[in-house]
Protein backbone atom coordinates (compact mmCIF):
# COMPACT_ATOMS: atom_id res chain seq x y z
CA UNK A 1 0.00 0.00 0.00
CA UNK A 2 1.75 3.28 -1.18
CA UNK A 3 1.56 6.45 1.67
CA UNK A 4 -1.40 7.84 -0.76
CA UNK A 5 -3.70 4.69 -0.08
CA UNK A 6 -3.76 3.08 -2.64
CA UNK A 7 -2.73 -0.42 -2.76
CA UNK A 8 -0.41 -1.84 -5.68
CA UNK A 9 -1.61 -4.59 -6.76
CA UNK A 10 -3.61 -6.87 -10.03
CA UNK A 11 -6.66 -6.40 -8.23
CA UNK A 12 -7.59 -2.99 -6.60
CA UNK A 13 -8.20 -3.58 -2.94
CA UNK A 14 -9.17 -0.36 -0.81
CA UNK A 15 -7.80 0.49 2.99
CA UNK A 16 -9.27 1.61 6.07
CA UNK A 17 -7.54 5.00 7.38
CA UNK A 18 -6.76 3.11 10.70
CA UNK A 19 -5.56 -0.35 8.60
CA UNK A 20 -2.75 2.57 6.88
CA UNK A 21 -2.07 3.63 10.25
CA UNK A 22 -1.22 -0.28 11.50
CA UNK A 23 0.45 -0.46 8.43
CA UNK A 24 3.05 2.28 9.01
CA UNK A 25 3.87 1.15 12.32
CA UNK A 26 5.24 -1.99 11.07
CA UNK A 27 8.65 -2.61 10.52
CA UNK A 28 9.81 -1.24 6.96
CA UNK A 29 11.56 -4.76 6.28
CA UNK A 30 8.54 -6.88 6.15
CA UNK A 31 6.11 -4.37 5.61
CA UNK A 32 5.39 -5.32 1.87
CA UNK A 33 4.82 -8.71 2.84
CA UNK A 34 2.41 -7.20 5.47
CA UNK A 35 0.50 -5.16 2.74
CA UNK A 36 0.60 -8.29 -0.05
CA UNK A 37 -0.50 -10.61 3.01
CA UNK A 38 -3.60 -8.21 4.30
CA UNK A 39 -4.92 -8.00 0.36
CA UNK A 40 -4.32 -11.55 -0.20
CA UNK A 41 -6.51 -11.86 2.69
CA UNK A 42 -9.17 -10.05 1.74
CA UNK A 43 -9.65 -11.02 -1.87
CA UNK A 44 -9.55 -14.62 -0.40
CA UNK A 45 -12.41 -13.89 1.92
CA UNK A 46 -14.06 -11.78 -0.32
CA UNK A 47 -14.09 -8.97 1.98
CA UNK A 48 -14.96 -5.16 1.03
CA UNK A 49 -11.74 -3.96 2.53
CA UNK A 50 -8.44 -3.97 4.29
CA UNK A 51 -9.55 -3.03 7.74
CA UNK A 52 -7.42 -2.64 11.15
CA UNK A 53 -8.33 -6.26 11.92
CA UNK A 54 -6.72 -8.07 8.94
CA UNK A 55 -3.66 -5.83 9.80
CA UNK A 56 -3.96 -7.24 13.40
CA UNK A 57 -4.43 -10.78 12.38
CA UNK A 58 -1.61 -10.60 9.86
CA UNK A 59 0.84 -9.17 12.56
CA UNK A 60 -0.39 -11.64 15.26
CA UNK A 61 0.26 -14.71 13.28
CA UNK A 62 3.32 -13.75 12.18
CA UNK A 63 4.70 -13.25 15.96
CA UNK A 64 3.37 -16.70 16.83
CA UNK A 65 5.57 -17.97 14.42
CA UNK A 66 8.41 -16.18 15.15
CA UNK A 67 8.14 -17.47 19.02
CA UNK A 68 10.10 -20.29 20.11
CA UNK A 69 8.57 -21.77 22.92
CA UNK A 70 11.36 -24.78 23.78
CA UNK A 71 13.42 -21.81 24.16
CA UNK A 72 11.37 -20.56 27.50
CA UNK A 73 12.95 -21.23 30.86
CA UNK A 74 10.46 -23.02 33.17
CA UNK A 75 9.06 -20.98 35.67
CA UNK A 76 7.86 -21.90 39.19
CA UNK A 77 4.73 -21.20 40.11
CA UNK A 78 4.49 -18.32 43.28
CA UNK A 79 1.72 -18.12 45.17
CA UNK A 80 2.09 -14.31 44.40
CA UNK A 81 0.57 -13.87 41.09
CA UNK A 82 0.48 -11.26 39.69
CA UNK A 83 -3.41 -10.26 38.45
CA UNK A 84 -3.44 -8.89 34.50
CA UNK A 85 0.08 -7.19 35.65
CA UNK A 86 0.97 -4.15 34.14
CA UNK A 87 3.38 -4.26 30.86
CA UNK A 88 6.20 -2.82 33.08
CA UNK A 89 7.29 -3.90 36.62
CA UNK A 90 5.43 -2.46 39.14
CA UNK A 91 6.47 -2.11 42.17
CA UNK A 92 3.05 -2.58 43.87
CA UNK A 93 2.48 -6.23 44.63
CA UNK A 94 -1.26 -7.20 43.57
CA UNK A 95 -4.33 -8.43 44.18
CA UNK A 96 -4.89 -11.70 45.94
CA UNK A 97 -7.64 -13.04 44.09
CA UNK A 98 -5.57 -13.18 41.07
CA UNK A 99 -4.55 -17.18 41.43
CA UNK A 100 -8.26 -18.09 41.88
CA UNK A 101 -8.77 -16.02 38.76
CA UNK A 102 -5.77 -17.83 36.82
CA UNK A 103 -7.82 -20.93 36.91
CA UNK A 104 -11.35 -18.64 36.00
CA UNK A 105 -12.94 -21.50 37.32
CA UNK A 106 -14.07 -22.78 33.82
CA UNK A 107 -12.69 -25.99 33.08
CA UNK A 108 -10.62 -25.14 30.62
CA UNK A 109 -7.53 -24.69 32.42
CA UNK A 110 -6.92 -21.03 30.83
CA UNK A 111 -4.16 -18.75 32.78
CA UNK A 112 -5.52 -15.34 32.07
CA UNK A 113 -2.49 -13.69 34.50
CA UNK A 114 1.24 -14.14 34.47
CA UNK A 115 3.81 -12.65 36.50
CA UNK A 116 7.87 -10.84 35.29
CA UNK A 117 9.33 -11.15 38.56
CA UNK A 118 13.32 -11.50 39.02
CA UNK A 119 14.93 -14.69 39.78
CA UNK A 120 17.15 -15.56 43.14
CA UNK A 121 19.87 -13.46 40.92
CA UNK A 122 18.03 -10.59 40.52
CA UNK A 123 17.59 -11.10 36.85
CA UNK A 124 14.59 -10.51 35.15
CA UNK A 125 12.99 -14.01 33.99
CA UNK A 126 11.43 -14.15 30.85
CA UNK A 127 7.78 -15.64 30.64
CA UNK A 128 5.33 -17.00 28.34
CA UNK A 129 4.31 -14.42 26.01
CA UNK A 130 0.78 -12.60 26.80
CA UNK A 131 -1.51 -11.30 24.09
CA UNK A 132 -3.30 -8.36 25.90
CA UNK A 133 -6.70 -7.61 25.24
CA UNK A 134 -8.23 -3.90 26.30
CA UNK A 135 -11.71 -4.27 28.00
CA UNK A 136 -14.30 -2.03 28.87
CA UNK A 137 -17.27 -2.24 30.49
CA UNK A 138 -19.38 0.92 29.69
CA UNK A 139 -22.79 1.97 31.74
CA UNK A 140 -25.64 3.69 30.05
CA UNK A 141 -28.98 5.54 31.66
CA UNK A 142 -31.55 6.24 28.63
CA UNK A 143 -33.32 9.74 29.57
CA UNK A 144 -36.91 9.22 30.22
CA UNK A 145 -37.48 12.31 27.56
CA UNK A 146 -36.59 9.24 24.81
CA UNK A 147 -40.03 7.31 25.64
CA UNK A 148 -41.56 10.55 24.21
CA UNK A 149 -40.63 10.35 21.17
CA UNK A 150 -42.63 9.68 17.98
CA UNK A 151 -42.75 5.55 17.55
CA UNK A 152 -41.12 6.58 13.95
CA UNK A 153 -38.36 8.01 15.52
CA UNK A 154 -37.67 5.65 18.26
CA UNK A 155 -37.76 2.95 15.57
CA UNK A 156 -34.76 5.43 13.70
CA UNK A 157 -32.66 5.76 16.04
CA UNK A 158 -32.29 2.20 17.69
CA UNK A 159 -31.97 0.93 14.07
CA UNK A 160 -29.35 3.51 13.56
CA UNK A 161 -27.30 2.49 17.24
CA UNK A 162 -27.76 -1.34 16.29
CA UNK A 163 -25.83 -0.84 13.22
CA UNK A 164 -23.01 1.39 14.65
CA UNK A 165 -22.76 -1.35 17.19
CA UNK A 166 -22.81 -4.60 14.29
CA UNK A 167 -20.36 -2.57 12.34
CA UNK A 168 -17.32 -2.62 14.47
CA UNK A 169 -18.58 -6.73 15.13
CA UNK A 170 -15.15 -7.30 12.92
CA UNK A 171 -12.49 -5.63 15.07
CA UNK A 172 -14.48 -5.99 18.63
CA UNK A 173 -16.02 -8.26 21.07
CA UNK A 174 -19.20 -6.77 22.00
CA UNK A 175 -21.54 -8.48 24.29
CA UNK A 176 -24.96 -6.44 25.73
CA UNK A 177 -26.31 -6.51 29.33
CA UNK A 178 -29.08 -5.24 30.64
CA UNK A 179 -30.07 -3.28 34.21
CA UNK A 180 -33.93 -2.58 33.37
CA UNK A 181 -35.50 -3.54 36.49
CA UNK A 182 -32.01 -4.34 38.99
CA UNK A 183 -30.31 -1.01 38.93
CA UNK A 184 -31.17 2.60 39.19
CA UNK A 185 -28.12 3.80 37.80
CA UNK A 186 -28.34 2.56 34.31
CA UNK A 187 -29.88 0.71 31.87
CA UNK A 188 -27.88 -0.80 29.19
CA UNK A 189 -24.18 -2.10 30.03
CA UNK A 190 -22.14 -3.32 26.96
CA UNK A 191 -18.97 -5.32 27.74
CA UNK A 192 -16.47 -4.56 24.73
CA UNK A 193 -12.85 -6.24 24.03
CA UNK A 194 -10.46 -5.29 21.39
CA UNK A 195 -6.62 -5.05 20.84
CA UNK A 196 -7.14 -1.24 20.12
CA UNK A 197 -7.88 1.58 22.35
CA UNK A 198 -8.38 3.95 20.03
CA UNK A 199 -11.19 1.78 17.91
CA UNK A 200 -12.96 1.32 21.35
CA UNK A 201 -12.76 5.11 21.82
CA UNK A 202 -14.07 5.77 18.36
CA UNK A 203 -17.34 3.14 18.57
CA UNK A 204 -18.46 4.96 21.73
CA UNK A 205 -18.20 8.33 19.91
CA UNK A 206 -20.19 6.31 16.75
CA UNK A 207 -22.66 5.41 19.05
CA UNK A 208 -23.08 8.60 21.43
CA UNK A 209 -23.63 10.21 17.93
CA UNK A 210 -26.08 8.77 16.78
CA UNK A 211 -29.94 9.38 17.28
CA UNK A 212 -30.57 7.26 20.46
CA UNK A 213 -26.97 8.24 21.61
CA UNK A 214 -28.36 11.66 22.29
CA UNK A 215 -30.72 10.25 25.40
CA UNK A 216 -28.15 7.98 26.56
CA UNK A 217 -26.26 9.07 29.70
CA UNK A 218 -22.66 7.32 30.52
CA UNK A 219 -22.84 6.97 34.09
CA UNK A 220 -19.90 4.54 34.74
CA UNK A 221 -16.99 3.33 32.84
CA UNK A 222 -14.38 1.03 33.51
CA UNK A 223 -11.25 0.40 31.61
CA UNK A 224 -8.40 -1.89 31.92
CA UNK A 225 -6.49 -4.87 29.86
CA UNK A 226 -7.09 -8.86 30.40
CA UNK A 227 -3.78 -11.00 29.61
CA UNK A 228 -4.25 -14.16 28.33
CA UNK A 229 -1.17 -16.60 27.78
CA UNK A 230 -0.44 -19.14 24.88
CA UNK A 231 -3.58 -17.61 23.14
CA UNK A 232 -3.96 -14.73 20.10
CA UNK A 233 -7.53 -14.89 19.73
CA UNK A 234 -9.62 -11.84 21.24
CA UNK A 235 -10.80 -12.49 25.11
CA UNK A 236 -14.57 -13.91 24.92
CA UNK A 237 -17.19 -13.90 28.12
CA UNK A 238 -18.95 -16.68 28.69
CA UNK A 239 -21.99 -17.17 27.31
CA UNK A 240 -23.60 -16.83 31.21
CA UNK A 241 -26.88 -15.27 32.09
CA UNK A 242 -25.57 -12.86 34.67
CA UNK A 243 -22.46 -10.74 34.84
CA UNK A 244 -21.23 -8.92 37.97
CA UNK A 245 -18.42 -6.68 38.04
CA UNK A 246 -17.11 -5.32 40.83
CA UNK A 247 -13.98 -2.06 40.50
CA UNK A 248 -11.50 -2.80 43.53
CA UNK A 249 -8.60 0.02 45.25
CA UNK A 250 -6.26 -1.78 47.25
CA UNK A 251 -5.09 0.09 50.36
CA UNK A 252 -1.50 1.10 51.03
CA UNK A 253 -1.55 -1.23 54.47
CA UNK A 254 -1.75 -4.36 51.78
CA UNK A 255 1.41 -3.60 49.96
CA UNK A 256 3.05 -2.44 53.29
CA UNK A 257 2.60 -6.65 54.45
CA UNK A 258 5.25 -9.00 54.77
CA UNK A 259 5.42 -11.24 52.12
CA UNK A 260 4.29 -14.03 54.28
CA UNK A 261 1.17 -12.92 55.57
CA UNK A 262 0.25 -11.96 52.06
CA UNK A 263 1.10 -15.76 51.16
CA UNK A 264 -1.49 -16.71 53.87
CA UNK A 265 -4.49 -14.20 52.95
CA UNK A 266 -4.04 -15.32 49.23
CA UNK A 267 -4.30 -19.22 50.23
CA UNK A 268 -7.46 -17.90 51.91
CA UNK A 269 -8.88 -16.27 48.70
CA UNK A 270 -8.31 -19.12 46.43
CA UNK A 271 -10.04 -21.54 48.65
CA UNK A 272 -13.20 -18.72 48.76
CA UNK A 273 -12.92 -18.97 44.83
CA UNK A 274 -12.84 -22.58 44.67
CA UNK A 275 -16.02 -23.05 46.34
CA UNK A 276 -17.91 -21.67 43.46
CA UNK A 277 -16.90 -23.73 40.41
CA UNK A 278 -20.22 -22.75 38.47
CA UNK A 279 -18.45 -19.03 38.49
CA UNK A 280 -16.14 -17.91 36.07
CA UNK A 281 -13.75 -15.46 37.54
CA UNK A 282 -12.29 -13.17 35.53
CA UNK A 283 -9.39 -10.35 36.81
CA UNK A 284 -9.27 -7.04 34.55
CA UNK A 285 -6.15 -4.46 35.55
CA UNK A 286 -7.06 -0.86 35.58
CA UNK A 287 -3.70 0.50 37.16
CA UNK A 288 -3.32 3.26 34.99
CA UNK A 289 -5.62 3.09 32.64
CA UNK A 290 -8.94 3.89 35.35
CA UNK A 291 -9.36 5.08 39.25
CA UNK A 292 -9.45 1.70 40.17
CA UNK A 293 -6.26 -1.01 40.66
CA UNK A 294 -8.14 -4.16 39.32
CA UNK A 295 -12.21 -5.03 38.08
CA UNK A 296 -13.57 -8.65 39.32
CA UNK A 297 -15.92 -9.87 36.79
CA UNK A 298 -17.77 -12.82 37.97
CA UNK A 299 -19.88 -14.68 35.05
CA UNK A 300 -22.44 -17.13 35.85
CA UNK A 301 -26.13 -18.84 35.31
CA UNK A 302 -26.91 -18.03 38.87
CA UNK A 303 -27.87 -15.18 40.77
CA UNK A 304 -27.70 -16.52 44.34
CA UNK A 305 -24.14 -17.88 43.56
CA UNK A 306 -23.09 -14.40 42.79
CA UNK A 307 -24.60 -13.58 45.83
CA UNK A 308 -22.82 -15.84 47.94
CA UNK A 309 -19.51 -15.57 46.19
CA UNK A 310 -19.87 -12.09 47.49
CA UNK A 311 -21.00 -12.67 50.42
CA UNK A 312 -17.60 -15.15 51.54
CA UNK A 313 -15.49 -12.67 49.39
CA UNK A 314 -16.25 -10.11 51.92
CA UNK A 315 -15.53 -12.20 54.63
CA UNK A 316 -12.23 -12.71 53.96
CA UNK A 317 -9.22 -11.25 55.46
CA UNK A 318 -8.48 -9.47 52.23
CA UNK A 319 -11.37 -7.11 52.39
CA UNK A 320 -9.82 -5.23 54.91
CA UNK A 321 -7.29 -4.32 52.54
CA UNK A 322 -9.64 -3.18 50.13
CA UNK A 323 -9.57 0.58 50.58
CA UNK A 324 -12.38 1.70 47.95
CA UNK A 325 -14.72 -0.58 46.48
CA UNK A 326 -18.11 -0.14 44.99
CA UNK A 327 -20.35 -2.72 45.92
CA UNK A 328 -20.55 -3.60 41.96
CA UNK A 329 -22.81 -4.28 39.15
CA UNK A 330 -25.10 -6.74 38.02
CA UNK A 331 -26.89 -7.65 34.69
CA UNK A 332 -28.78 -9.65 32.72
CA UNK A 333 -27.18 -10.64 29.31
CA UNK A 334 -29.66 -9.72 26.74
CA UNK A 335 -29.17 -9.03 22.74
CA UNK A 336 -28.75 -5.08 21.99
CA UNK A 337 -31.97 -5.40 19.98
CA UNK A 338 -34.18 -7.22 22.81
CA UNK A 339 -32.48 -4.38 25.40
CA UNK A 340 -33.52 -1.71 22.75
CA UNK A 341 -37.20 -3.10 22.78
CA UNK A 342 -37.44 -3.42 26.56
CA UNK A 343 -36.13 0.66 26.96
CA UNK A 344 -39.28 1.48 24.34
CA UNK A 345 -40.05 2.13 20.98
Given at each position: ?20 ALLRKVPFF ?316
Open positions: MPENGSPESEKSVSWTEDAQIRKNVEKEAEEYVRTNSLPKVDASVIARIKSSKTERSEEPAQVPAVEESPVAVAAAPPEPSPEPALPISAAAERSVNGQGETRVSSNRPDEGGQRVNEVALSKDFSSFSLFRLDPAWRKLHPTEMGHGKREFHEIVKSYSNQISVFSYCLVGLNGTGDLLLWRTGTSLEVLQEMTGKMLSTFFGRYLVTEKNYMGYLTQQNSRAIFTPNKSRFVHVKPIVMSPEWHQLAPFIRTVIEKETRDIAARFPTIRLTTMASYGLDESDFVLILESDSPEQLVEFNNAFQGGQVYRYISSSQRGITAISRSVSDILDLLGG
